[in-house]
């Protein structure tokens, strides 16, 4: 696939083998278009590694985190669990979330955290709302361990982002659907793998080994399941897509 951005234009040309389209800046197909072409280009270029959250690195697209700000908001989770903690960022992000609507906590795991970074969230400020758990998400011990820590009735949110291969991520599904309220969601992230096999740090299996094509293994055999964009709170333009590295993430529990 070839993309042109004609700015002078003011139109995008996207050009599929002998397949030509041609679409206005202006409409939400030629939005579309340019901001795959943009996606790829944050690919490749490392865009996500350069932005922090209250002085932790969070590596994610920001327009992801503001779409499931509006999801949590709307949502008022008790407990949001995420499997995978990196550098911490997000698991900062939710937390001082919580902080504003004074409610809610977060239980953060990961097969590995670092000693320097459990060290700088342990000495945050947002720490007071988070839980952090070693081990491996789909361990036994360790969902065990996230079981007892959910109250009985209780939202929960999950978020997913850790190891992004099919199998893992459908292991967590399997693993931790059964703490997801109804109407509340399991956000399997980075399904964007599919759209970058070819570019850099990419693999040749990832058009069918990524957490997108888990979401939808997982929705096909647990029909208490759907994948649903949450609506827009807001929008007074035309574009009705988000511009994401985490596309079919929300998984809704709705049964």
């Given at each position: 696939?070839?993309?042109?951005i004609?700015?002078e234009?003011?139109?995008?040309?996207?050009?599929?083998?002998?397949?030509?389209e041609r679409?206005?800046?202006?409409?939400?197909?030629?939005?579309?278009?340019?901001?795959?072409?943009?996606?790829?280009?944050?690919?490749d270029?490392k865009?996500?590694?350069?932005?922090?959250?209250?002085?932790?690195?969070?590596?994610?697209?920001p327009?992801?985190?503001?779409?499931?700000?509006?999801?949590?908001?709307?949502?008022?989770?008790?407990?949001?669990?995420?499997?995978?903690?990196?550098?911490?960022?997000?698991?900062?992000?939710?937390?001082?979330?919580?902080?504003?609507?004074?409610?809610?906590?977060?239980?953060g795991?990961?097969?590995?955290?670092?000693?320097?970074?459990?060290?700088?969230?342990e000495?945050?400020?947002?720490?007071?709302?988070?839980?952090?758990?070693?081990?491996?998400?789909?361990?036994?011990?360790?969902?065990?361990?996230?079981?007892?820590?959910?109250?009985?009735?209780?939202?929960?949110?999950?978020?997913?982002?850790?190891?992004?291969?099919?199998g893992?991520?459908l292991?967590?599904?399997?693993?931790?659907?059964?703490?997801?309220?109804?109407?509340?969601?399991?956000?399997?992230t980075d399904?964007?793998?599919?759209q970058?096999?070819?570019?850099?740090?990419?693999?040749?299996?990832?058009?069918?080994?990524?957490?997108?094509a888990a979401?939808?293994?997982?929705?096909?055999?647990?029909?208490?399941?759907?994948?649903?964009?949450?609506?827009?709170?807001?929008?007074?333009?035309?574009v009705?897509k988000?511009?994401?590295?985490w596309?079919?993430?929300?998984i809704k529990?709705i049964?």
């Open positions: 696939m070839i993309t042109t004609d700015e234009q003011g139109i995008v040309i996207v050009r599929n083998g002998e397949h030509e679409h206005s800046l202006a409409t939400a197909e030629g939005f579309e278009a340019a901001s795959r072409a943009w996606v790829r280009a944050t690919w270029s865009y996500v590694y350069s932005f922090a959250w209250m002085g932790r690195p969070v590596i994610q697209l327009e992801d985190m503001i779409r499931l700000q509006e999801v949590i908001w709307a949502l008022q989770p008790d407990v949001l669990i995420e499997t995978g903690v990196a550098h911490g960022g997000s698991l900062i992000f939710y937390a001082s979330l919580f902080e504003a609507m004074n409610k809610g906590r977060v239980i795991i990961d097969i590995e955290i670092r000693e320097h970074n459990r060290a700088a969230i000495a945050h400020a947002m720490k007071k709302r988070i839980e952090l758990l070693e081990g491996s998400s789909t361990a036994p011990e360790i969902v065990d361990q996230v079981k007892a820590m959910v109250k009985p009735g209780e939202t929960v949110l999950v978020v997913l982002d850790s190891n992004h291969s099919k893992h991520v292991d967590e599904l399997r693993a931790y659907s059964p703490l997801v309220s109804v109407g509340s969601y399991i956000v399997a399904g964007i793998m599919e970058v096999k070819g570019g850099p740090r990419s693999e040749d299996d990832w058009d069918w080994n990524n957490p997108k979401a939808h293994a997982f929705v096909a055999e647990d029909s208490r399941f759907v994948i649903e964009e949450p609506a827009f709170p807001f929008n007074e333009g035309v009705t988000r511009v994401t590295y596309p079919d993430a929300f529990r049964a």
